[in-house]
């Protein structure tokens, strides 16, 4: 079965760096797209993020553009999200998220907080 499971967050202070990181097993996973989304406190869920197959192209939402980066490693099966000039608007419960077949996946997510 489809498993997706987030690491690497936890506690930053403004102005600093995480990488998350996620390990998918149960599909074909150089054969996807995959993406991270963001739950923050009183918000709804936010997409952040989209690497396409062969990481052809990446996409992110507005305002982590420049801060973020997303990558992959098909032969690990591995999802990554590099985090910098992080802000407290960042602090949020980060998944990734695919697509397989008719149905979306996401696994426990990691928290991020983004506090002095």
């Known amino acids: 079965q489809v498993q997706l499971v987030e690491s690497g967050g936890g506690l930053v202070q403004p102005g600093g760096s995480l990488r998350l990181s996620c390990a998918a097993s149960?599909?074909?996973?150089?054969?996807?797209?995959l993406s991270w989304l963001r739950q923050s406190p009183g918000k709804g869920l936010e997409w952040i993020s989209e690497i396409l197959t062969g990481s052809a192209s990446t996409y992110y939402t507005a305002s982590v553009k420049g801060r973020f980066t997303i990558s992959r490693d098909d032969a690990k099966s591995m999802l990554y999200l590099q985090m910098s000039s992080l802000k407290s608007e960042d602090t949020g419960v980060y998944y990734c998220?695919?697509?397989?077949?008719?149905?979306?996946?996401w696994g426990q997510g990691t928290q991020v907080t983004v506090s002095s």
């Open positions: 149960g599909f074909t996973f150089s054969n996807v797209a």
């Open positions: 998220n695919v697509l397989v077949g008719w149905n979306y996946y």
